[in-house]
């Protein structure tokens, strides 16, 4: 198999689906609308600051309208919940994400609980969960929704084969397993607790990698020709590091010099893409799905709202 074809290139399945979404955005301004979503950032938190900054723009080239409400800091429950319900009662705004994580003194479920279902195009709502789990998806959470666009344009069959996420959190892990079940394969979810992570993923044709955790998924386990999946986003600042992982590619020690770091994922790129039979790559793999995916989640809920 060819680099081109081995690599599932997330980057290039975005691009694809940002035209899409750009053009129901032009059918949507024929009915007259003009889908507008608006992100609340609360803090300085510069990793934050960036993510939003991206959201706007991928706005503005889909012809979408953005907003970013900036609060402070030591914002108190009350002032974000009136922010939450002024953005839920506004006819204008088709979708609503707060930006995580939010600051120790919010119960961040609570605000997620009250952000219009329909407006909730981060699909963290309870009401859209379980809608999720019963096979009835309405608004579905960006980075899974975006995986799974990415594997079927990819051709990777899903139906009747072994699938293993590694991370069971509300934002990847457990929607990802969901969709993933809902599209037939035979799926395992894998945690902190596992007893032994290698032997449950390495019976895996598709493996989803979202720990956390830096190079976590190493050769011995990945099963010869899996499609591996890598969610994971670490920021590596530390040259001996970079060296480390990825050892004689120049181009990623010649990032590292223009940049101060390279970014790596869950998986130890350079050891697992020998065996694996297709897999992405961080940069360029599941980060760029993420937001092509709010974006079409956006226009999703301009619709369904509206009843365009
Ligand atoms: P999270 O909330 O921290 O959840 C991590 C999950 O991994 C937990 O379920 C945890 O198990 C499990 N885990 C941790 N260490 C493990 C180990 N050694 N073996 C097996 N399982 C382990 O993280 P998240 O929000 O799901 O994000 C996961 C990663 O994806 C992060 O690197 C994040 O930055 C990245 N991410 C990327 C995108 C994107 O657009 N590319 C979007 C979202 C997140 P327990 O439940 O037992 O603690």
């Known amino acids: 198999m060819s680099q081109n074809t081995k690599i599932l290139s997330g980057a290039d399945t975005a691009a694809e689906i940002r035209a899409e979404v750009a053009a129901d955005v032009e059918r949507l301004a ?6 507008k979503l608006v992100v609340v950032l609360v803090g300085d938190d510069p990793a934050s600051k960036v993510y939003v900054g991206s959201k706007a723009r991928a706005s503005a080239k889909v012809g979408m309208v953005s907003e970013t409400i900036e609060l402070a800091a030591d914002v ?21 994400l707060i930006q995580l994580p939010l600051p120790l003194q919010i119960d961040a479920a609570a ?12 699909g963290f709502h309870p009401s859209n969960v379980g809608l999720l789990l019963q096979g009835r998806p309405r608004l579905v959470p960006c980075t899974p929704a975006g995986i799974m666009e990415l594997l079927r344009r990819s051709g990777v069959p899903l139906e009747g084969r072994r699938a293993v996420v590694v991370g069971r959190s509300d934002i ?12 037939h394969a035979t799926v395992t979810i894998c945690h902190s607790r596992t007893a032994d992570l290698a032997s449950e993923t390495r019976r895996a044709e598709i493996l989803v ?4 955790r830096r190079a976590l998924i190493g050769p011995e386990h990945v099963a010869e020709g899996a499609v591996v999946v890598d969610v994971g986003i670490h920021r590596v ?15 990623r020690i010649a990032t590292f010099e223009r940049r101060g770091a390279v970014i790596t994922g869950d998986v130890d790129f350079a050891r697992v893409e020998p065996k694996a039979g297709r897999i992405t790559p961080v940069p360029g793999g599941v980060g760029p ?16 709202r509206r009843e365009v």
Do not use: W
């Open 209 to 212: 990698a979202a720990a956390g």
């Open 76 to 96: 108190t429950q009350e002032a974000l919940e009136a922010t939450v319900d002024r953005l839920n009662a506004d006819p204008e705004v088709d979708g609503i």
């Open 30 to 35: 024929s009915h007259g609308v003009t889908p």
């Open 237 to 251: 600042t530390d040259r001996a590091e970079v060296e480390q992982l990825y050892p004689g590619d120049e181009k």
């Open 111 to 122: 605000i997620l609980d009250r952000v219009d279902p329909l407006k909730d195009v981060d």
């Open 172 to 183: 990847v892990g457990k929607p990802m397993a969901a969709l993933l079940l809902h599209q």
């Open 289 to 304: 799905l993420t937001i092509a995916m709010l974006m079409s989640n956006t226009a999703r809920a301009a619709r369904l």
